[in-house]
């Protein structure tokens, strides 16, 4: 079976820097996922540099895509340096700039080395459902499936906490894999890792109020969105996403990620700033 992964994160090459999606993926507000555009975007930039992988990436949600139509990824090589190579992206939709991205890739090379380990760790998957967080929860009147659900495994031993109404700690762990195997290219599972990212990380920030992501008095949106890639990892293996969120204040709640493989190792990390503004629905 092809992993549907391959087909959101293959890119239509149109000129020498310039890129083109060539499918997406719609859902029933015809927003266009974060995730969505930071795999493609980093996908764009990747295919410009050559024998270097990315280390990191500093994203801003400019406007809101929509999911109905191509996105443009114009690709600037801003510097090709002896250790260090840095591209600029900015995705477009109707000639209009909705995201804006610099990231930064790194030959091999050795070093000290350290990581913090985890505090607490969740359930092993095999001991958790293997279903997606809105289907897990009876009762939440969800109108469409999880759309997540089609391109990874989501196991959470408490997914209740995405949609309830009660204040709870601003902590969330939940295991992740993608649904079937992917090739063995490092710079794809980077790609799919950064769709991935953007799952359940901006909802942390809403667990500490009488609120949920889901609900229909908040207007949710992505503002920003950084990333770390810290040693080899595959998405097609089981991935613990632990998440904090630290601050909220004026609308806007700032979230943390660490990203752990089944050893326990630390292979990437994340940060977003999220728009989780109340409104009256209408």
Known sequence: MTNPLLNILDIEQLDLNLFRSRQHQENHRNHLFGGQVLGQALMAAAR?????????LHAYFMRPGVSDIPVIYDVDPIRDGGSFTTRRVVARQKGRAIFNMACSFHIEEPGF????????????????????FKESVPGAKIETPDAHGMFFELRSASPEMYFSDQALPPYSQFWMRAVSGLPNDPILHCAALAYASDIGLMATSTLPHPTSIMSAKLMPASIDHAMWFHADFR???WLLYSTDSPWAGGARGLNRGLIYNLDGKLV?????????RPIEPR
Do not use: K
Request: charged share 20%.
């Open 268 to 276: 990437a990390s994340t940060m977003q700033e999220g728009l989780i």
């Open 113 to 132: 080395s350290h990581q913090i380990s985890l505090d607490t760790t969740p359930p092993s998957p095999e001991q958790l459902q293997n279903t997606s």
């Open 48 to 56: 410009t540099v050559e024998n270097r992988r990315p280390h990191s």
């Open 235 to 237: 998405v097609d293996d």
